[in-house]
């Protein structure tokens, strides 16, 4: 089993700046993806950002310029450092990790969850 828990949310203003830290520990594969994915209210859940254990990154088109996904292979943790935050960013923020060699391999539902931290961005 691996469990995931994420720090960093908060309240911010429009164009302020939050970092997020997702820590997993337990039985992790060490090739894996890990990423974030974000749900606001009355919205699906969606993906924010991803991370290969070999760094390849992929971005929704709505964070590309603003946000940078990375990750600290020997502490088994991935942070996602969030600059000229929106309104439109505020959601529950997940990190995730899928069991996979790649992101292309990765299937689309990770194989494991975080408990979400709240991301409010105020006008």
């Known amino acids: 089993q691996v469990q995931l828990v994420e720090s960093g949310g908060g309240l911010v203003q429009a164009g302020g700046s939050l970092r997020l830290s997702c820590a997993a520990s337990?039985?992790?594969?060490?090739?894996?993806?890990m990423g974030w994915y974000r749900q606001a209210p009355g919205k699906q859940r969606e993906l924010v950002a991803v991370?290969?254990?070999?760094?390849?990154?992929r971005y929704a088109d709505g964070v590309k310029g603003r946000f940078t996904i990375s990750r600290d292979n020997a502490k088994n943790t991935v942070y996602l450092q969030m600059n000229s935050l929106k309104p439109e960013d505020t959601a529950v923020y997940y990190c995730a990790l899928t069991i996979a060699l790649s992101i292309v391999a990765a299937p689309t539902t990770p194989n494991y969850w975080g408990q979400g931290t709240q991301v409010t961005v105020s006008s």
């Open positions: 337990g039985s992790i594969f060490s090739i894996n993806v």
């Open positions: 991370i290969s254990s070999g760094g390849s990154t």
